[in-house]
């Protein structure tokens, strides 16, 4: 008997920023919906081993989506984007999860993001907080480690925009900000993942990651967890955003939860996804708890 996964994989038009986008999703399982963002330069195949897991699935509809750019979502169709350069920023990052929340009308999901959509968690429990009932930031910060910031993204873009870099040693500079302790196996596949990305992608990504993600203390004081509740889950082996770092955050945001996942790095739905589900499954029974209440 074939063995087949219980993940339908679909393609939606969405309309941001006055562009029309063909977005490839995959979803699983029934219940509050939960949207999944992928970290910088790479797309929604990260989330596999969360879409295969029943204890998640049997109570939360997952929706995984790749960015514009990213993974199965083709640049925009009709538009001339090879003639300019590539680079996300705060605005579309935060109008394109609302926009396919709104597409597919769902009722105040839960948010998870990785990286990139680690910060995107943050920002979006600061700015919208009644479309949420909750965000689930891993890996996320106030802002990028500022040794990083400092680089500029003129070096970032020539670093990661030279197509030799790109391919081959996108993926192997990924193996920086991974534990040590992660299955082979799910390092390798993260280095896959980041050898398929699209030329200036990754560097585009990064002009959100590293400057436009910026919270003030006083925004952070602001967030309020009675409305949008924000969870905080950081890699103990994560050289981007150490515990420390998230830790600054948590400290400021009243309510919020955060917990360091130990033997985890960067990327720790990936990386080792048995560890992971021990530190997500307790906040979404929590956030199921709090729904039904």
Not at 51 to 80: A, M, W
Not at 89 to 94: E, T, V
Not at 133 to 159: F, P
Not at 167 to 174: I, L, P
Request: hydrophobic share 35%; proline share 6%.
């Amino acid at each position: 008997m074939a063995k087949i996964e219980p993940i339908q994989g679909r393609y939606i038009y969405l309309t941001v920023g006055g562009i029309e986008y063909r977005v490839y999703f995959e979803e699983a399982g029934n219940g509050i919906p939960l949207l999944l963002g992928h970290t910088a330069g790479s797309d929604g195949r990260q989330y596999r081993h969360l879409l295969n897991d029943q204890e998640v699935t049997r109570n939360f509809r997952c929706i995984v989506f790749d960015l514009p750019y990213h993974g199965k979502s083709l640049p925009p169709h009709g538009v001339q984007w090879w003639t300019h350069e590539y680079s996300i920023g705060k605005k579309f990052m935060i109008d394109f999860p609302n926009t396919l929340a709104e597409v597919l009308e769902l009722k105040r999901p839960v948010y998870m993001g990785s990286s990139m959509g680690g910060h995107l968690a943050i920002d979006l429990a600061l700015e919208c907080p009644e479309r949420y009932r909750a965000t689930i930031a891993v890996e996320g910060a106030l802002q990028s480690a500022i040794e990083y910031v400092d680089v500029g993204m003129a070096n970032i873009r020539r670093e990661f925009d030279n197509p030799n870099v790109n391919r081959a040693s996108t993926g192997a500079a990924m193996l920086l900000n991974i534990s040590p302790y992660s299955p082979e196996e799910n390092v390798r596949e993260i280095q896959w993942e980041y050898s398929c990305g699209g030329p200036g992608i990754f560097a585009g990504d990064l002009n959100y990651y590293y400057y436009e993600h910026k919270v003030s203390e006083q925004e952070a004081r602001s967030i309020d967890t009675s409305k949008c509740m924000l969870y905080l889950l950081t890699g103990e082996y994560d050289p981007n955003t150490s515990p420390s770092e998230t830790q600054a955050l948590a400290d400021l945001v009243p309510g919020c939860k955060f917990t360091e996942m130990k033997q985890l790095g960067h990327f720790p739905v990936t990386e080792d996804y048995t560890k992971f589900r021990n530190y997500l499954l307790p906040i979404l029974s929590e956030i199921k708890a709090k729904s039904e209440s």
